[in-house]
């Protein structure tokens, strides 16, 4: 069966500092990769997809950048943080058309 | 843009009435809307889906409704139970197409 993990579950950093979040799944092959983020009254916002390695759609300009090394691993980035990054940040994955599937997502808190 | 609302924030409920969650959309080429379920500082889950070929379909306690002339669907969890009290998001995508949230309803169910 499909499992996805992602880590750390908390984080607290200080503005400015960088950040790597890493998503990896297991059980499936070629999966469409999500980053979202749910901030205060914002829901779930999209902020990037990835279709295949390499392949990476940003949705918002932000402050953060995504990469796919490989087919199963997501990660999201960033060289400097600020405030407004913080957020519950979760990664999900699907085959197009159909449901997806969340991990247990991050609470990040920039000081 | 919001292409997914919803527009109530919060909603409350007795425990053993109905709830009625409210989702309308502005893309009419949506064709897949899904409901999913979430608790604090956990990932969203899966409730229910229904393709636009479809105006209801029903998992249990869960039914959806959709009524592709207005734009609109609904789920409705009847009877209501303690456990059902969380942040639900309604969902939407087009074809072969990434999934667009709405900013999500909290439901309180009350004793």
């Known amino acids: 069966s499909q499992t996805i993990h992602q880590w750390p579950a908390t984080l607290v950093q200080p503005v400015g500092s960088p950040l790597s979040l890493e998503c990896t799944v297991e059980?499936?092959?070629?999966?469409?990769l999500y980053w979202y983020r749910q901030a205060a009254g914002r829901g779930l916002q999209l902020l990037f997809y990835s279709v295949g390695i390499g392949q990476i759609s940003s949705e918002v300009p932000q402050n953060l950048s995504a990469s796919r090394p490989q087919d199963r691993q997501f990660i999201l980035s960033s060289k400097k943080l600020l405030l407004s990054d913080s957020g519950f940040y979760l990664c999900?994955?699907?085959?197009?058309?159909?449901?997806?599937?969340f991990g247990s997502g991050t609470q990040l808190s920039v000081l | 843009d919001q292409q997914v609302k919803q527009n109530s924030p919060s909603l409350s409920v007795q425990e053993g009435r109905i709830s009625i969650l409210n989702c309308d959309y502005t893309?009419?080429?949506?064709?897949?809307f899904l409901w999913y379920k979430k608790y604090p500082a956990e990932g969203p889950t899966f409730l229910i889906s229904i393709s636009s070929i479809k105006d209801k379909n029903e998992d249990g306690r869960f039914t959806v409704f959709l009524n592709k002339s207005a734009k609109h669907l609904s789920l409705h969890i009847v009877p209501s139970q303690p456990g059902d009290s969380a942040v639900y998001f309604c969902?939407?995508?087009?074809?072969?197409?990434?999934?667009?949230f709405g900013k999500g309803t909290r439901l309180h169910i009350l004793p």
């Open positions: 999900a994955w699907n085959y197009l058309g159909e449901k997806l599937f």
């Open positions: 969902a939407a995508s087009a074809i072969d197409d990434k999934i667009i």
């Open positions: 893309n009419s080429m949506f064709d897949y």
């Open positions: 059980g499936t092959s070629n999966p469409n």
